[in-house]
């Protein structure tokens, strides 16, 4: 019998808690930015807060299509298309009838040269496959999907990645996505 009034006792104290519960309540709507900046307890009285200013990174500069990129035999032009950066690797091919669509500079010299093409995924990167490696670069990774390849090449202090996509924003159309860079040694001895 006593067990029975300590059962009851519990079961009538969780009823009392849950019951007290406001999940099933509909909560009022988030506070706004002003509201939600304010210092509230033991800072109330102190400086007020103000939103931070949100910062966007530079957006790439479109530029226009190179022409003369590939000589008919399907290599490689002795020198680049001149919108493409001043230390473009001259053993990287460019693609036949890529248009250049944007150059990102990025940290330590490096850049992502980004084309454009008509051509199917499977065919740019064979091209790339086949180009890269006979101009000496070295296959360090790759992967290839019907819709997605990825290939990073190695040469030297030379590192390029060559990512070709299909373009969802215009059907039929590919992204071929170059980014290459210099190897820098590391400021500090390998362990």
Request: negative net charge; hydrophobic residues 40%.
């Amino acid at each position: 019998m006593r067990y029975f009034y300590m059962v009851a006792t519990g079961v009538g104290l969780t009823a009392t808690v849950f019951s007290s519960c406001t999940c099933h309540q509909q909560v009022s709507q988030a506070p706004s930015v002003e509201e939600a900046t304010w210092p509230s307890g033991f800072h109330a009285s102190g400086p007020k807060i103000t939103p931070q200013v949100q910062v966007q990174a530079p957006v790439a500069t479109p530029t226009g299509k190179p022409s003369g990129v590939l000589s008919q035999s399907g290599g490689p032009t002795p020198t680049p298309p001149a919108d493409v950066p001043a230390n473009w690797p001259q053993e990287v091919p460019i693609f036949k009838d890529a248009a250049l669509s944007q150059v990102q500079n990025l940290a330590n010299d490096a850049h992502n040269v980004v084309f454009s093409t008509a051509a199917p995924v499977k065919e740019v990167s064979s091209f790339y496959r086949d180009k890269m490696k006979t101009a000496g670069w070295k296959v360090s990774e790759e992967f290839e999907r019907p819709n997605h390849a990825f290939m990073k090449f190695e040469k030297g202090d030379m590192v390029a990645n060559v990512t070709v996509v299909e373009d969802v924003s215009q059907p039929g159309k590919q992204i071929i996505a170059i980014m290459y860079e210099k190897v820098q040694p590391l400021p500090f001895d390998e362990f």
